[in-house]
């Protein structure tokens, strides 16, 4: 009898699941996780202010948000990230 496509999705997900499964993650060091929590919470403040940007009319407001992005792109290059 013919499988649907339903059946061969979940099928595919399993193997992956199954790929991923025996490639264990590196440990990080405490200061490593430390590094890492940084750079994503500076990453989100970027998208938000990105996003506010795009939706901003006012001058006065959108110099002091590309002034924002200016200080989160140069935190997050101290911390390593790259455009």
Known sequence: MARGWESKSVEA???????????????LTPEQLDVQRKR?????????VLSDLTKCTE???????ADGLAFLEQQLAALGWQR
């Not at 399993?14 to 590196?26: F, L, Q, T």
């Not at 994503?40 to 938000?48: A, G, I, P, V, W």
């Not at 001058?59 to 948000?65: F, N, S």
């Open 40 to 48: 994503e919470s500076l990453l989100l403040h970027r998208t938000r």
């Open 13 to 27: 997900q399993i193997e992956s699941a199954n790929g991923r499964r025996g490639e264990p993650k590196p440990r």
């Open 59 to 65: 001058e006065r407001y959108r110099k002091t948000l």
